[in-house]
Nanobody, 114 residues
Framework: QVQLVESGGGLVQAGGSLRLSCVVS????????MGWFHQAPGKQRQLVET???????GYVDSVKGRFAISRDNAKNTVYLQMNSLKPEDTGVYYC????????WGQGTQVTVSS
């Protein structure tokens, strides 16, 4: 089974930046779509950004122009560059395969202070 390990979270002031990483235990070259999910405190997990094999991306309006997803197939890693962070971005971030969810990793905590 695929294992996912997220990292890169932390405490940052509003307007700051973070870069999250997700290392996948096997080759992601054959995985058509990878995604990042956000779980805000007390809320359900939400898919916020996706990337396909051809680097085509999708995102929710709340992160448009601020977050950028990328993938490095050679390193089996998916990244999420987060800029202009807002307090509402606070929560745990997870990566997974949106079209075929696998076991969730531990996630990485992002806390944005106002």
């Amino acid at each position: 089974q695929v294992q996912l390990v997220e990292s890169g979270g932390g405490l940052v002031q509003a307007g700051g930046s973070l870069r999250l990483s997700c290392v996948v235990s096997r080759s992601i070259f054959s995985i058509y779509v990878m995604g990042w999910f956000h779980q805000a405190p007390g809320k359900q997990r939400q898919l916020v950004e996706t990337i396909g094999r051809n680097d085509d991306t999708g995102y929710v309006d709340s992160v448009k122009g601020r977050f950028a997803i990328s993938r490095d197939n050679a390193k089996n890693t998916v990244y999420l560059q987060m800029n202009s962070l807002k307090p509402e971005d606070t929560g745990v971030y997870y990566c997974n395969v949106p079209l075929k969810l696998t076991a969730w990793g531990q996630g990485t905590q992002v806390t944005v202070s106002s």
